[in-house]
T-cell receptor, first 115, second 115 residues
């Protein structure tokens, strides 16, 4: 079963506008959430994360929002730039002490930012 | 280089052959993870190493898959008697310690194609 879901396979946005990528999860034990960005033929790179004790985390143009009651998180990119065009993966982790970090990933959303 | 290194970058082999994939993590990182990404899917967890031991092998899809890590550094993932469904990109990641709040650094992956 897919515990982390990204229901939009793709998103197209104009440069300068806001990009909103969504992610839903089903496992209420998840307590840490991350977003990764992936370019073709490269490994994913970490973007931003959020702990379940928070509802918002901001880092420059990137903000992640977490709605625990809805089991939903979103990544906002503003303003969007053509270099942001990539596949974005949502990932989640369950608590496992300090010696664990197994991630469950969504299927990814392809973001295209048009100049 | 300073990043996670994987080899080979591409591997094409015939069904039934054995393959060995290598991962060189970032120096000093004690946690090492293997994932795979099948076409159109998200990343699927395979195995986690803390040092040389593997506390979690739950993602290995069958007993044809095995992995080891020596010297707390290099890891090899071995697939015996390969099948066509093993075709995927195999990704390795490392982090300074285990734990979800330690973002994982990914290599560029090995693209495995089984004919």
């Amino acid at each position: 079963d897919q515990q982390v879901k990204q229901n939009s396979p793709s998103l197209s946005v104009q440069e300068g506008r806001i990009s909103i990528l969504n992610c839903d999860y089903t496992n209420s034990m998840f307590d840490y959430f991350l977003w990764y960005k992936k370019y073709p033929a490269e490994g994913p790179t970490f973007l931003i994360s959020i702990s379940s004790i928070k509802d918002k985390n901001e880092d420059g143009r990137f903000t992640v929002f977490l709605n625990k009651s809805a089991k939903h998180l979103s990544l906002h990119i503003v303003p969007s730039q053509p270099g942001d065009s990539a596949v974005y993966f949502c990932a989640a982790s369950t608590p496992g002490g300090t010696s664990y970090g197994k991630l469950t990933f969504g299927q990814g959303t392809i973001l295209t930012v048009h100049p | 280089g300073a990043g996670v290194s994987q080899s080979p970058s591409n591997k094409v082999t015939e069904k039934g052959k054995d393959v060995e994939l290598r991962c060189d993590p970032i120096s000093g990182h004690t946690a090492l993870y293997w994932y795979r990404q099948s076409l159109g899917q998200g990343l699927e967890f395979l195995i986690y190493f803390q040092g040389n031991s593997a506390p979690d092998k739950s993602g290995l899809p069958s007993d044809r898959f095995s992995a080891e890590r020596t010297g707390g550094s290099v890891s090899t993932l071995t697939i015996q008697r390969t099948q066509q469904e093993d075709s995927a990109v195999y990704l390795c990641a490392s982090s300074p310690r285990g734990g979800a709040n330690q973002p994982q650094h990914f290599g560029d992956g090995t693209r495995l194609s089984i004919l």
